[in-house]
């Protein structure tokens, strides 16, 4: 008897699924209608409103003149110190210097959001990547950050200074918006939030429309049908008869 009942509320689940599924394809014009709006909304946003990022990147060397390149104890060493740079680099003395030699108008939290440290895997290179709305200044606080950080890092950690490789460049390429990217979010939005809607709607509608939501809402059988359309039809084709 549970394996009976059980039965008929999956089917009437599988049959609500099956509806819903009927109700959006019905209403599949509205659903491509709102993504594509979506998606054009997000992509004009991002190509004329939104304020275009800019990067630039220095990078350290922490190899001394005095390791040894065939040691692997000194290669091992520098490597774990590259984790002590990356906290020195950002550290308050460092920033509010450079923000000092450039004269930078910005706070020491404010100018901490626009700095990014990396250090790909096995290797004793520190990136110095840092994003303005300038591409100039990018460039020129990137390069005064690997300036400052080679000779602070030095005295704090009575080593020889790190070796600065490669100054940041000037791109016209801007990071942010990503464009593309923002057109996806703004279609799969778009699309999400119209199934939602219609979904909502669907649920939320309870009138009684066709003989098997009688019998499933009221509990009742149905007797007879009426066919309206028909009907109507039949009045109008008497009508033209009495003419």
Avoid: C, H, W
């Avoid at 549970?2 to 659903?31: C, K």
């Avoid at 190509?47 to 630039?56: K, M, N, V, W």
């Avoid at 840092?130 to 460039?139: G, L, S, T, W």
């Avoid at 300036?147 to 600065?164: F, G, L, W």
């Amino acid at each position: 008897m549970m394996d009976v009942n059980s039965n008929i509320e999956q089917n009437e689940i599988e049959i609500d699924l099956l509806e819903l599924l009927y109700v959006l394809r019905r209403r599949i014009l509205i659903i491509l209608l709102s993504t594509f709006l979506a998606a054009g909304i997000f992509g004009a946003y991002s190509a004329f409103l939104a304020t275009p990022i800019y990067e630039s990147t220095s990078r350290l060397y922490i190899l001394t003149q005095s390791t040894s390149l065939t040691s692997l104890t000194d290669i091992q060493v520098g490597t774990s110190l590259t984790q002590d740079y990356k906290e020195l680099i950002t550290s308050r003395s460092i920033l509010e210097q450079v923000s000092k030699n450039l004269g930078l108008n910005v706070t020491y939290e404010a100018l901490l959001q626009r700095v990014t440290i990396s250090n790909p895997a096995n290797t004793r290179i520190i990136g110095i990547s840092v994003q303005d709305v300038d591409p100039d200044r990018a460039k020129a606080i990137a390069d005064e950050l690997a300036n400052v950080s080679r000779d602070n890092i030095s005295s704090i950690m009575s080593t020889d200074a790190p070796s600065v490789y490669e100054y940041g460049y000037v791109t016209n390429r801007p990071v942010s918006p990503n464009i593309l990217r923002n057109i996806v979010i703004g279609a799969l939005l778009g699309a999400f939030l119209s199934i939602a809607f219609v979904s909502v709607l669907y649920i939320m509608d309870d009138t009684v429309k066709t003989s098997e939501d009688v019998e499933k809402y009221l509990s009742l059988n149905t007797m007879a049908s009426i066919p309206l359309r028909d009907s109507a039809d039949k009045q109008k084709g008497d009508k033209k008869k009495d003419e």
